[in-house]
């Protein structure tokens, strides 16, 4: 038997998110609550998260390795915590695993965008001779 036709067995299981990695980021996607402050301010960046799973599939530890801000911190932390990961088929073994993610908190593309008004004001009734002038309002809304 070749090494390429021998498969590598794994008598310890690690705990799997059901339905794999692109299930993971869509709940993250959909439970991730941009906090208020850092909107306000147009924080943006990325946390990065170690966690560790028990045996049944709960996360029991979750500590912050990249920091942004606190109140992204503390979103990070709680989705994190509330993962629900399938439970190992281990055979009398009760094992953590350890997984390490980055949440990237982003603005919308459309919060992003500058966005001018312009709007011409009533021309003042001129006072004096003079040639006609016009005035300009700028609206700036963010």
Known sequence: MSKADHKEKRFIKRPEYPGGKAALLKYIQENLQYPADALEQRIEGNVKVWYEVNDNGVVVDSKIIQSLSPSCDKEA??????????????????????FTIIIRFRLKEAAQKLTIQYTQANKPKPTSPSKNSETYTYTINF
């Open 77 to 98: 932390l709680r989705v994190v915590n509330s993962f629900q990961y399938s439970r190992p088929k281990n055979i009398h073994l009760r094992v953590k695993s350890a």
